[in-house]
């Protein structure tokens, strides 16, 4: 019954802006820490950004300064704004929700983002 689906991804020119959204269903995910995860052709699946359920949030080096994760709990949803996209930025996005204590972790299906040079 749960789900996550991701919204928001598209094809962007450098230096371009898009937000990403990620609305989870099948109950509440307050206690869970919420993510982004991002895996380019080719390459191994990477850590964007995380947001735990107090709030303590964590970027991969590559994207500080230029995105930030935020969520709404009663929405039971997680963003993730990115500006000053570049073309190593073009991946499949991937929603995460997670709570590893009770070896409990969710992936959304994915969504495209494109930025062309």
């Known amino acids: 019954q749960v789900q996550l689906v991701e919204s928001g991804g598209g094809w962007v020119q450098t230096g371009g802006s898009l937000r990403l959204s990620c609305a989870a269903s099948?109950?509440?995910?307050?206690?869970?820490?919420r993510g982004w995860y991002r895996q380019a052709a080719g390459k191994q699946r990477e850590l964007v950004a995380t947001?735990?359920?107090?709030?303590?949030?964590n970027y991969a080096d590559s994207v500080k300064g230029r995105f930030t994760i935020s969520r709404d709990n009663a929405k039971n949803t997680v963003y993730l704004q990115m500006n000053s996209l570049k073309p190593e930025d073009t991946a499949v996005y991937f929603c995460?929700?997670?709570?590893?204590?009770?070896?409990?972790?969710?992936w959304g299906q994915g969504t495209q983002v494109t930025v062309s040079s």
């Open positions: 995460n929700a997670r709570m590893v204590n009770f070896g409990t972790d969710y």
């Open positions: 099948g109950g509440s995910f307050r206690l869970f820490t």
């Open positions: 947001i735990s359920s107090g709030g303590s949030i």
